[in-house]
């Protein structure tokens, strides 16, 4: 229990610290400013109490000799100042808070963009996490730099209007104190809790927010409203925001209960001083000046050590979430990684899979079972199998967005797993099955494949050619720069309606291809039904450009339109998690295996559609 608390303690401070250090890196002027009016703010209630005092015991004991004008000036310097210090204040606080925000933000992004692989970001937890770290890099690590300067400067504001308490009254300045103890431990805890409720409501949280997000979706709009899903997915995320609601009403009650309790505490204290004080003055203990200063005292005590306790409450649960924002950015590497990369070389000789086993996680079946498969460098490699073989995860594995739990993949002999794992991936071109529509303009779209190729037009302009879509892209309201999408619209036209277009399923296609074929160093090219969307016409057309494009680049092509792969070096087959059948068309044919099997059932359907046609 001990080592607990000592824990939380110990990330507590070194949360405080780094966040910190991350504002006085990125704002420290705006830090260094907003620090000494903090400290300034926080001696003015004091110093008002004792001016006051001076000024009403001046005129009530009769020694109006002595010129109240300094008094009274200092009093109106402490007022222009209290009404001051918070605007300026404030001034400071934002400049600080859109420093550290920006600064946090980046580093966070930065730290995502390390985690090499994708099991991370599948996984819940993690998204919960990075949920929470995406909301205190906008906000936290600025507003708990505040907390943590407003928790200083209240506590120099208590320590302040403790020591005037016990110039007065040493025993009631202990009973306030006393008083105060249960408070602050109350709000602590109540703000840990908040924490957990929030850490707790997070998968719930992320639910509704996928459910609105579909509700808003472009995408999605055509299938909720021609299925009236509408309500359905409406109801359900009134359900995710309903339990949401009723954790955090249960959470309010129990503050509501406390913070009552906490009051009538207060009020009783407030009330023994407040009986006290008035009785000391009328028994000629305590003149007038002091009983307003006690007054003032036992207020500014008791409200100061109220906000201390808030701003602690407040700078702990900002702690807490800025803990979720230190996780992600300091989180360790996703795979493992080589101490000594190897530097990637171009392909010689060919990728051996050796005896890969994979699943996506301990909790689910094997997918690989032991492939064991070559692809030789320049060979052009068919990859079939039935829906959910393993195709598609063979070459993640093969662009190293997971490592084989068993076996190795070695390029030209040397494992993945030993190579740098960027330059890996600046070796292989891709056209993934569920390729991105990126809302961006078409050369956007096609330089993805290759950054720098969004100042060079020429490259864009060729890789689109090759994949059959520069014709139509020209033909666009502006060309190449014209939106691909109507969600956006280009800056300074807003009134043009030509701004965004939106491509159909073949030719968005063709874009992904083309984004593929921008790449200029490409050793291995994968292909991962590329043809899918494509008419019979484009379809023969990419496949010839293809040819010619793949020539000298070894190439993996999964397709379920076995007809495009009869000229492949070799085609793999996949079942059962291992390498069924591998060999030439031919040969497959010959065997009269699953391939073959394959291979006929789907020519006899082509068959059958022609003879309906010609029938017909
Ligand atoms: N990220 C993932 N996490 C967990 N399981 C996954 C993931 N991706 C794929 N799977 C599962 O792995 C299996 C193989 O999927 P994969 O996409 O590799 O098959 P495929 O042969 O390419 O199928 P298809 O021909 O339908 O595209 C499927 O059962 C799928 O549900």
Known sequence: MQTNVDQSVRSALRAGRLALRQAAQAAPGALTGYALLALGQAVVPVAAAWLTKLLLDGITTGRARVDPMPVVVALVVVGLLAGAVPHLSAYFRDQLERATGLRAQDQLYAAVERFKGLARFEEPEFQDRLRLAQTAAGVTSSSM?????????????????????????PVMCVLVVL????VVLAEVAMARRRARTTWGLGPVERREFFYSGLLASVQAAKEIRLFGAGPFLRGRMLRERRTANAVRRRQDVIELRLQGLLALLAAGVTGAALVWSVRQAY?????????TLFLATVAGVQGGLVSLALSLARANEQLILFGHYLAVVTAGPDLPESAAPVPVPRLRHGIEFRDVWFRYSEDHDWILRGVSLFVPAGATVGLVGRNGAGKSTLVKLLCRFYDPVRGAILWDGVDLRHLDVQELRGRISSVFQDFMHYDLSATDNIAFGDVRAAEDPALVRRAASTAGIHDDLVALPRGYDTLLTRLFKIEGERDDPDTGVLLSGGQWQRVALARAFVRQVRDVMILDEPSAGLDPLAEHEVSRSLRRYRSGATSVVISHRLNTLRDADLIVVLGDGVVAESGDHETLLARGGSYAELFRTQARGYAEERGAVQAG
């Open 179 to 182: 008083a105060a103890v249960p």
């Open 145 to 169: 730099v505040s907390d943590l300067l407003s928790v200083v400067a209240t506590t120099v504001t208590v320590l302040s209007f403790v020591l005037s308490l016990l110039v007065v009254s």
């Open 283 to 291: 028994a000629g203990q305590l003149s007038v000046g002091d009983l």
